[in-house]
């Protein structure tokens, strides 16, 4: 039996910038995808903090070491600058593989920094 589980997460950054004139997705620090072992193009869900909203859509990679968390085309509808997001990825496998796996969460600090 394959189940799907949290292979990881970025548990509450911060909106850096919101750019609706965008094709969509979600911009990520590269240091941030690294530290939470995420890669550009994974379908993520972004669970915002402050209003509750729920969205899923898949990561660019952002510029190492700024920090930036933009959300992207209509995603960016879904949240404002300064709201507190997590950030989850999921991984499909068998269900007691599945049990001894261990996600990777990272907790950033101010500025979006590891």
């Given amino acids: ?16 910038e919101a750019n609706l004139n965008y094709v969509g ?3 990520i620090d590269e240091d941030l995808m690294d530290a939470a072992n995420m890669i550009e193009n994974e379908k993520i869900q ?15 990679k952002g510029k190492r070491g700024s920090g930036v968390m933009c ?3 209509p995603a960016a509808r ?3 600058v300064g709201d507190v997001v997590v950030v989850i990825s999921y991984a499909t496998m ?21």
């Fill in 25 to 27: 997705s979600l911009t």
């Fill in 94 to 114: 068998d269900f007691e593989e599945a049990k001894k796996f261990k996600p990777t969460v990272v907790f950033p600090k101010e500025g979006n920094k590891l």
């Fill in 46 to 60: 972004v669970v915002n903090a402050n209003n509750g909203e729920r969205i899923e859509t898949y990561i660019i």
């Fill in 71 to 73: 959300l992207n085309g």
């Fill in 1 to 16: 039996m394959q189940i799907e589980i949290l292979k990881s997460k970025i548990h509450r950054a911060v909106i850096t």
């Fill in 78 to 80: 879904r949240g404002a």
